[in-house]
């Protein structure tokens, strides 16, 4: 065997690892299934734009004069409406979650090797941004409000790779559209290509004293036109619904009006709520597991992730990296569109209850990758290659112990009998 084969023999055993870790935690979630798309995307095909009355989900819907809906995008309903004209209402929705952890791990090689990656970096760089974050967690676990992050981010990742391969403003337009309507901030991902356009086509002319031509705006034309179309089409949706254009009706959720300690009674956005989205998401660790009746003795599995999410540093440690990141000349575009798609999540108030890792860094997670990249065009060093590893196994294994669960302890139990 060549050296060259021989390489890809570890990442290789990481990724089935991975996947085989993957199909025993899905099964595993067997208690949480939700099924708000699937019924969404019946009532679109008869249509209507509220629930069925029969079998409504136990929560995280609106009940509004006398009629439920959701407050989520439409596009995964959408997208999942071939699917229920024929099957009906009871087509899995997880199956948008399965076919985005498939393209954002074939987007994410494709997008390694176009920013001249070699293929071995690519295949590691793909195992960690889909086995190696959060975005893992979001991509196995059927509640809807994470089915809709696993379907944007894999809207960003394509957005990225058309972006840096053959940049076609009018599909990376439809892309950016499409995340928007599927989770409402990711509407700012249009702020990295914004700040692109006005590099490559307005910025770099006016420094060689290049005069301007229509196809410069023809650029930026093709490039908001769908998004400008999806943003006027949501706002006819909201209209139709709640009689306002601006109101999605996530403020009517059923499942929060009725909870007195939740923060929203701070406000659902509100700077009260910055110190604690940033010390989810930076540094809160994993918490001991104590044996009773002793001071403080550990017992195995010695450690259990936090509902409320965990520090990137835990879940995602090769990103230590970004402080060797090299400067690119996107790398400012992507960096403003970090800082804008974070603001909404550090001053929202709902930080998580059952997350693991802070699952509202996907917003932003494919720039901090985009900049990550950068560290490793001439390959991956050891410990970067122990680093994703470590990574990958620990999310694996502690996963869903925020619900108390270690299913690769006793993986047996959930193969197909």
Known sequence: MGASKANFIIPFLVFIFAAFSGF???????????????????????????????????????????????????????????????????????????????????????????????????????????????????????????????????????????YFGRRRWVLIGLMVAAAGSTRITLYGVAVFYLFEIFRLYFLKRALRNIQFTRDNLKVLFLFLVPILFSVLMLGIYNNRRFHSPFDTGYTKNVSILDKNYYNYKLGFFNFNHIPANLYELLFKSPEPIKRDGVEFVLKFPYLKADGFGMGIIFTSPLFIYLILAKREEYTASAVVAIIFLLIPSLVYWGIGSSQYGYRYSLDFLPFLFLILTSVFKRGLNNFAKILIVYGIVFNCFYMISIWNSYPLLSFWEYLPK
Request: aromatic share 20%.
């Open 24 to 162: 025993i935690i899905h099964r595993a979630t067997w208690f949480v299934s939700d099924a708000h798309f699937s019924i969404l995307a019946s009532s679109f095909v008869h249509n209507d734009l509220f629930l069925s009355p029969m079998n409504l989900p136990n929560g995280d819907y609106v009940d509004y004069m006398g009629k439920q809906y959701l407050f989520f995008g439409p596009m995964p309903s959408i997208l999942l409406m071939p699917f229920a004209a024929i099957w009906g209402r009871d087509f899995p929705q997880m199956s948008l979650s399965f076919t985005s952890l498939v393209v954002v791990y074939l987007a994410t090689f494709f997008l390694c090797i176009r920013l001249k990656l070699d293929k071995i970096t690519s295949f590691w760089l793909s195992n960690f941004f889909v086995f190696g974050t959060v975005f893992y967690f979001v991509g196995l676990v059927n509640i809807s409000a994470y089915v809709v992050q696993a379907v944007g981010v894999s809207f960003i990742i394509l957005s990225l790779l058309e």
